[in-house]
């Protein structure tokens, strides 16, 4: 996933619907960019800009905090990546998205790997009371999984990943009826997505093919036989 400069008026033409949902918890959960070492030798390298992920992450919580402004906003981020790629780019990354916690009062945790996801999910909050109304990813994925640490730690590959086979330890008795649930990651339709379905009974929205990350936008499928699903 690159990202692109010039953005296309008609991406939003291409786009999923962003239904608003119930009240509860939303949780954004943001994955690490890859580093130039793996992909500056790519014909259409990842990540030139550090903040890929985090600054989609941040256009949706300003989409949430202008419908909803006192909504409960968890960031589940991989830190690691971030670490690792403040080394490359020279800068105090973590403390940048400090910055963006505190500028909308969220709740900010560095996550490791994917039972550290799971496990917010099911206990992070009293789950009784405080339903998740809201789950996305962004980030690397295939059709498979969630991949944190895609190309940081293993050119084109990943150590830390959230996996379709782990999904059935998520309670689905977490999400609120009617949960907004979104991967705006590549092909999680093609597979993941009914995983998630079968462990959770709730539908995620997952894209067959790629998306691309933009500039000031949500991400938009990329390719003509590319689509959005919810299985």
């Given at each position: 996933?690159?990202?692109?400069?010039?953005?296309?008026p008609?991406c939003?033409?291409?786009a999923?619907?962003l239904?608003?949902a119930?009240q509860g918890?939303y949780?954004?959960?943001?994955?690490?960019?890859?580093?130039?070492?793996w992909?500056k030798?790519?014909a259409?390298?990842?990540d030139h800009?550090?903040a890929n992920?985090?600054h989609?992450a941040?256009?949706?919580?300003?989409?949430?905090?202008?419908?909803a402004?006192?909504a409960k906003i968890?960031w589940?981020v991989?830190?690691q990546?971030?670490?690792d790629?403040?080394?490359?780019?020279?800068?105090d990354?973590?403390?940048?998205?400090g910055?963006?916690r505190?500028?909308y009062?969220?709740?900010?945790?560095?996550?490791?790997?994917?039972?550290d996801?799971?496990?917010?999910?099911n206990?992070?909050?009293?789950?009784d009371s405080v339903?998740?109304a809201d789950?996305?990813?962004?980030?690397h994925?295939?059709?498979?999984?969630?991949?944190f640490d895609?190309s940081?730690?293993?050119?084109?590959?990943?150590?830390?990943w959230?996996h379709?086979?782990?999904l059935?330890?998520?309670?689905?008795?977490v999400?609120a009826?009617?949960?907004?649930i979104?991967?705006?990651?590549?092909h999680?339709?093609e597979?993941m997505s009914?995983?998630?379905?079968?462990?959770t009974?709730?539908?995620?929205?997952?894209?067959i093919?790629?998306?691309?990350?933009?500039?000031?936008?949500?991400?938009?499928?990329s390719g003509?036989?590319?689509k959005?699903?919810?299985?």
């Open positions: 996933m690159k990202r692109l400069l010039l953005l296309l008609l939003l033409l291409f999923s619907p239904p608003a119930p918890e949780v954004l959960l943001v994955g690490g960019p890859s580093l130039m070492q992909e030798y790519k259409q390298p990842h800009w550090w992920f985090v989609a941040r256009v949706r919580t300003d989409q949430i905090r202008a419908q402004p006192d968890t589940l991989y830190g990546g971030y670490k790629r403040a080394v490359q780019d020279k800068q990354l973590i403390s940048l998205i910055t963006v505190d500028k009062n969220l709740n900010l945790i560095y996550i490791r790997k994917g039972d996801v799971i496990n917010y999910l206990s992070g909050q009293a789950r339903k998740i789950f996305e990813y962004f980030g994925s295939n059709a498979k999984c969630f991949m895609y940081s730690n293993i050119e084109s590959a990943c150590k830390s959230l379709e086979d782990d059935k330890k998520i309670n689905g008795r999400f009826r009617g949960a907004n979104k991967s705006w990651g590549c999680t339709g597979s009914k995983k998630w379905y079968a462990a009974g709730t539908q995620m929205w997952g894209v093919g790629k998306t691309q990350y933009m500039l000031n936008e949500l991400p938009v499928i003509k036989d590319s959005w699903v919810s299985r």
